[in-house]
T-cell receptor, first 112, second 113 residues
């Protein structure tokens, strides 16, 4: 069983479209995250959710919106996609403080 | 705010040679420290972590790391590198009061036959 699963693995779309990336964790973790990894492998946190409450929101454009229907899911919705949104997006989850994160395998988004 | 610096963007070592990847952090107190590995096309996998206590921590795949408070460092080591260790390695720091983890820019490891 995959601990943190993301779908789709690859996503190619045109500028201006709206798309969603889904994430599910079966670890019973309380906190879930979205990270963006750019072409230089730099990882930047975008959002985290703890028990359905947004607790971190770095300077991310409001075109990006996280949606958490329950503790096991944190989906990422992106409106009006731009070329600069092309990246790999990782979902992750964690339990106790300092326990480290469990990452999904990533979604490679390409905007053309 | 906490930050992490990995001075080496790319390191090449021969198979069987020893390895040390450098990591320096900036934080006002003792942070939680982590090393992750990312194989091509994969997500990040936790290698090891430091919270407190023994400053030398053992991780998976034969890796270890040493926390040196005086140098604000948490370098990753392996005595003998295998070809399968070729990957991107990330150092990360997190505060004790929440899970806001920050990652370094990563070090790409190439292993020569």
């Amino acid at each position: 069983d995959t601990a943190v699963s993301q779908t789709p693995k690859y996503l190619v779309t045109q500028m201006g479209n709206d798309k969603s990336i889904k994430c599910e964790q079966n670890l019973g973790h309380d906190t879930m995250y979205w990270y963006k990894q750019d072409s230089k492998k730099f990882l930047k946190i975008m959002f985290s959710y703890n028990n359905k409450e947004l607790i971190i929101n770095e300077t991310v454009p409001n075109r990006f919106s996280p949606k958490s229907p329950d503790k096991a899911h944190l989906n990422l919705h992106i409106n009006s996609l731009e070329l600069g949104d092309s990246a790999v997006y990782f979902c992750a989850s964690s339990q106790e403080l300092g326990g480290g994160y469990t990452f999904g395998s990533g979604t490679r988004l390409t905007v053309v | 705010a906490q930050s992490v610096t990995q001075p080496d963007i790319h390191i090449t070592v021969s198979e069987g040679a020893s390895l040390e990847l450098r990591c320096n952090y900036s934080y006002g107190a003792t942070p939680y420290l982590f090393w992750y590995v990312q194989s091509p096309g994969q997500g990040l996998q936790l290698l090891l972590k430091y919270f407190s206590g023994d400053t030398l921590v053992q991780g998976i795949k034969g890796f270890e790391a040493e926390f040196k408070r005086s140098q604000s460092s948490f370098n990753l080591r392996k005595p003998s590198v295998h070809w399968s260790d070729a990957a991107e390695y990330f150092c990360a720091v997190g505060p004790h009061n929440n899970n806001d983890m920050r990652f370094g820019a990563g070090t790409r490891l190439t292993v020569k036959p």
